[in-house]
């Protein structure tokens, strides 16, 4: 348990000796998972990096979900599209969702390492088009698992589209939900995107939901 990775910031609520004894206690890393952390903790823009926490909630569900069909809105360099698909049965499938090619094309290699880049559908557009062109598909209601992790002033966008895909019973996750405390006086695009989604969410009907302080905040719904 001692080589495994450990945090690049401190955890909201919980001190750094803590952190590192839940990781080093309760997290399962792949080798390829091992090397795409130390590859993109030092990048210059490693925040966006999914979480080891965030990582082995993920595989929790996959795995108590039975799921096949997830989506993942905002792959970086690729880290939780690598979780979720060595969480994956054979034939499951996570559909990324990204607007460049220069963080993904890092990631292809840590799939490839894995033995799990067969199940990675990488679709570099906008994700707004990819879920609608899901939804044209006749997709509604197939999704198992879907991870938001891209642009905040589009979340609300990235809800509503996935509250079509996402099957009963299903689960949507939004990271960076506290927006580094920020969400507290928005006075900012990002911030206040985040904000009002926020109180969306608490109002809304169609859903249930729960935020984990773990992160930066993570959200996770499901349908009423």
């Given at each position: ?14 001190t750094e ?10 997290v399962h890393?792949?080798p390829a ?192």
């Open positions: 348990m001692s080589n495994l990775p450990v945090a690049y910031d401190v955890k909201t609520g919980v000796e803590m952190y590192k004894y839940m990781i080093q206690h309760s890393l792949h998972q091992k090397d795409l952390y130390e590859f993109t903790k030092n990048h210059d823009r490693a925040i966006m990096m999914t979480a080891l926490d965030q990582c082995s909630l993920f595989t929790f569900f996959v795995k108590i979900l039975n799921a096949k069909n997830t989506i993942d809105v905002g792959v970086f360099t690729g880290l939780s599209s690598l979780t979720v698909a060595l969480a994956l049965p054979e034939d499951g499938k996570v559909i990324g969702c990204d607007v460049s090619t220069e963080y993904t094309d890092h990631a292809r290699k840590y799939w490839k390492q894995a033995g799990v880049d067969h199940k990675i559908d990488l679709r570099i557009r906008p994700a707004t088009e990819t879920l609608q062109e899901l939804i044209n598909q006749g997709k509604e209601g197939t999704f198992d698992f879907v991870f938001i992790d891209a642009d905040k002033p589009n979340y609300d966008a990235y809800y509503e589209l996935s509250l079509k895909l996402i099957r009963k019973g299903g689960i949507i996750a939004f990271d960076n939900v506290f927006f580094h405390g920020d969400v507290l006086k928005p006075t900012e695009p990002q911030a206040q995107a985040i904000d009002t989604l926020n109180k969306k969410l608490l109002t809304d009907k169609r859903v249930v939901i729960t935020t984990l302080a773990i992160a930066d905040g993570l959200t996770l719904v499901t349908k009423a």
